[in-house]
């Protein structure tokens, strides 16, 4: 059982290249979630889908945009890294309340 | 907007119990979570708790929940090296859907 599963787990980018980060879910659940976790600010809601064909803003969205592919896949954009991207990103689905994590993608932005 | 703050690290001997506390401002939460995170993974789900509770055990687990005051802790009793991760507090409103307000983790280090 994969659960959830993030490429790449590491990247460097340099400020202003553009990359996306891939996320798929292998249980059927039709809500996703992009989080950042920053040291000692928990985890903030960047975009969610709520179910495929549908995605809303969370609470730190610029500088993102999301697609949701189909109802496995939920991907996260960078159009034009910044330093403050710097983070770790995770993807998360959910099912009766709780979420289920992939094990992330440590992003540094130069 | 809503707010949840907990304490950023405890250190605790093998065999004692931990206790981590949490805070929360929105008056509409109903359900409250806590999450494990091991280092390098993701987040797991350990246990939550309705908004219409006060206490919650499962296992070594022992969440109380103190409506009047906005107050979650948990207590993991005989605490093991294993216990060392970063938790995590959340809530949700419930009904306005599944997004989740988190803490900022508190660091837990388990000492022999």
């Known amino acids: 059982n994969a659960g959830v599963t993030q490429t790449p787990k590491f990247q460097v980018l340099k400020t202003g290249q553009s990359m996306t980060l891939q996320c798929a879910q292998d249980?059927?659940?039709?809500?996703m979630y992009w989080y950042r976790q920053d040291p000692g600010m928990g985890l903030r809601l960047i975009y969610y889908?709520?179910?495929?064909?549908?995605?809303d803003k969370g609470e730190v969205p610029n500088g993102y945009n999301v697609s949701r592919l189909n109802k496995r896949e939920f991907s996260l954009r960078l159009e034009s890294a910044a330093p403050s991207q710097t983070s770790v990103y995770f993807c998360?689905?959910?099912?009766?309340?709780?979420?289920?994590f992939g094990e992330g993608s440590r992003l540094t932005v130069l | 907007g809503e707010d949840v703050e907990q304490s950023l690290f405890l250190s605790v001997r093998e065999g004692d119990s931990s206790v981590i506390n949490c805070t929360y401002t929105?008056?509409?939460?109903?359900?409250l979570y806590w999450y494990k995170q091991e280092p390098g993974a993701g987040l797991q789900l350990l246990t939550y708790?309705?908004?219409?509770?006060d206490m919650k055990q499962d296992q070594r687990l022992t969440v109380l929940l103190n409506k009047k005051d906005k107050h979650l802790s948990l207590r993991i009793a005989d605490t093991q090296t294993g216990d060392s991760a970063i938790y995590f507090c959340?809530?949700?409103?419930?009904?306005?859907?599944?997004?989740?307000?988190f803490g900022g983790g508190t660091r837990v280090l388990v000492k022999p």
């Open positions: 998360a689905s959910i099912e009766l309340r709780e979420l289920f």
């Open positions: 929105d008056s509409s939460s109903t359900y």
């Open positions: 889908s709520a179910s495929e064909g549908t995605t």
């Open positions: 708790i309705f908004s219409n509770m």
């Open positions: 959340a809530e949700s409103p419930g009904a306005a859907g599944n997004k989740l307000t």
């Open positions: 249980m059927n659940h039709n809500s």
